[in-house]
Structures are given as structure tokens and as C-alpha cells.
């Protein structure tokens, strides 16, 4: 009989890679998860020649193209255990303080060289994934829940360790979860806003790099600019039209906050790139506002600061 898996368990974990890329480690990091799409892709293309069976017009054989690892998964944001992935995600993190330290996260070159990551999968099985940059990552919550984070990873292969019985993870005792009712109000061009939801979504534009002698990625460089951008949605406010308009550019800033801990997204140099109200029935009018944010040379878009009891900017 075919084994039956479930998913409740399942969870993700971290270890940072050292100075060489793909190089496996052990996971020190470990999050519930609530959503996972990581593994192996596989591309198998016919070979080109015009040979045939022996009967009828079938091709005679395949090959491997490329042996590519990634995907996506999701978890709940924590002030306490996110400083890794805030870490890898924008470059750079630099701490102060004293227990509650502060730590700001902002954008660097390039992202640090990788991750293992260990794919959990709920009552089944677990797989290691070598060599895993964030080509994104966003941050969302609306009215009434709590803020989720979605990365996405290109992994330069699971191929060392394929699946095995999946381990129990270590989680930290407390643990801190982002809620909604913690949010400070939404600031920009000097004036606060009261927000219904908002995505902040970061990508870094890596890309997979293929070369002759081996079938997996070679480290993902940046294909592209950076790009940083926030989603809103607040009732209809007229002012953020006219900053639209006029085409005003301003920091922007939102706090959330429990107790000693904070999570606090500047959004700098900013515009709005989109501005929506339409009017489609006898409710409140509601606004849909994106933002960008710009480098000025100095501020390169986004810096993120998180104060919390851990020492490190990478702690669990």
C-alpha cells in the first residue's frame, strides 16, 4: 500500500552558507510553515536527431537539459525570527543597542552568498535544498490577520540529498507573530493615513546561469535592476490623488508594534505610480495606491528595522 502523507508539521529550516556558493550546512533556523512549493525541476527534451524506432515515427531517446531547484513558501512575519531571511532578502544588516537591539536591514550590492534550506514536509518527508538565493520576497496583512511573508528561491540543486524521513524541528519558545491590530498608521508627504491592507514586495531580479559542464545553475546574479514597491488600501483619501498628480516624491513609513518589539518598513524616495477609486456601489469608496521607492545615492529605496531581545540580526 502507498504510504499517505499529511502536511500539518510541516516546517522550514535555515542555515547560512559560508563563503562558498552551494556549499551545505546544517539548519539552525526552523519556521512553521504555511505554504511551500519547493523542488526539483527537471527539463528533458528529445534528442535532435531525425532517428526513429523501429516501427512507426517514435523518437529513440532523451536527455537531461538542466536540473533546476526553487519554488516558494510562505510563513507567518515574527519580530523575533525573521532576521535571516530579512538578511538575504536586502544584503546587509547592521545591529545596536542593547537588549532591545535594534536592527536595520538595507539593500547591498549583492544578496549574502546563500542558504541551506531544509523542506519539511508535514508527516512525510524532508528535503535539503543547496544553494538558495531570495530572488523575492513580500510582506503582507490586511484588517483582521497576520502578516505573512512569500519568498521565492532559486536553488542550485537538492541532487546531494534527495528525500528521507523528515526530522522534528527546533523552534524558538517564544514565539512573536505580526498581528494587524499592531499597526501604527501609514505616514507619507507628512500626512497619516489609516491603511485596510498592504504588500510590501521586494524583488532582486536574480537569474539562473547555465553553463557548459554541468547541468545545475551556477550562482544567480542580478539580471536587472531592483525594484521595491508597496500596495495599499485605505478609504478614499484626496490628498494621495493630488501627490499622484503633482508627481510628489516623499519617504513613507509604517510601525508595528508589541510591547518592546517593532517592525518598522521605510519606504524612501518614494512616488505613486497608481492611484484607484473607482465608484461601484453605495459603500464606503475605497483607494488602491502603489508606491516606489527610488535610490537618491545615500537611502537606496527600503531599509527595514526591527528591535527585539535578540543580539543577533540573524537569531532565531
Known amino acids: 500500500m502507498a504510504s499517505i502523507y499529511h502536511g500539518r508539521g510541516a516546517a522550514i529550516g535555515f542555515g547560512e552558507n559560508g563563503g562558498t556558493y552551494g556549499d551545505a550546512v546544517g539548519r539552525t533556523n526552523w519556521r512553521p510553515l504555511i505554504s511551500s512549493s519547493l523542488t526539483r525541476t527537471i527539463e528533458k527534451v528529445p534528442r535532435p536527431t531525425l532517428r526513429v524506432g523501429g516501427a512507426g515515427a517514435m523518437r529513440r531517446s532523451h536527455y537531461i537539459q538542466s536540473d533546476n531547484a526553487g519554488g516558494s513558501f510562505t510563513i507567518e512575519a515574527s519580530y523575533r525570527s525573521l532576521g535571516l531571511m530579512l538578511k538575504h532578502l536586502m544584503g546587509a544588516v547592521a ?46 496583512v490586511s484588517a483582521g490577520g497576520v502578516m505573512t511573508c512569500d519568498f521565492d528561491v532559486i536553488a542550485e540543486t537538492g541532487a546531494a540529498t534527495p528525500r528521507a524521513s523528515a526530522g522534528t524541528p527546533t523552534f524558538e519558545a517564544t514565539d512573536a507573530p505580526i498581528l494587524h491590530n499592531q499597526a501604527g498608521q501609514f505616514t507619507f508627504g507628512g500626512a497619516t493615513y489609516d491603511l485596510i491592507d498592504m504588500t510590501l514586495t521586494v524583488n532582486n531580479a ?111
Open 206 to 316: 536574480l537569474a539562473v546561469r547555465q553553463h557548459l559542464g554541468s547541468t545545475v545553475t551556477a550562482k544567480p546574479l542580478r539580471s536587472d535592476f531592483q525594484s521595491v514597491e508597496l500596495s495599499i488600501n485605505l478609504e478614499v483619501e484626496d490628498a494621495l490623488y493630488a501627490a499622484f498628480i503633482s508627481d510628489t516624491e516623499s519617504d513613507a513609513h509604517i510601525t508595528f508594534t508589541d510591547g518592546t518589539r517593532s517592525f518598522r518598513i521605510d519606504l524612501q524616495n518614494a512616488y505613486l505610480s497608481t492611484v484607484s477609486d473607482p465608484v461601484s456601489d453605495a459603500n464606503v469608496v475605497r483607494q488602491s495606491v502603489t508606491l516606489i521607492g527610488q535610490s537618491d545615492g545615500t537611502n537606496e529605496g527600503l531599509k527595514l528595522t526591527v528591535v527585539n531581545g535578540d543580539s543577533t540580526g540573524i537569531g532565531n
Open 95 to 140: 545591529t545596536t543597542g542593547t537588549n532591545p537591539y535594534t536592527h536595520v536591514y538595507t539593500f547591498a550590492d549583492d544578496v549574502p552568498t546563500g542558504l541551506t534550506i531544509e523542506n519539511n514536509r508535514g508527516t512525510g518527508t524532508s528535503e535539503v535544498f543547496e544553494g538558495c538565493r531570495l530572488n523575492s520576497g513580500s510582506f503582507a
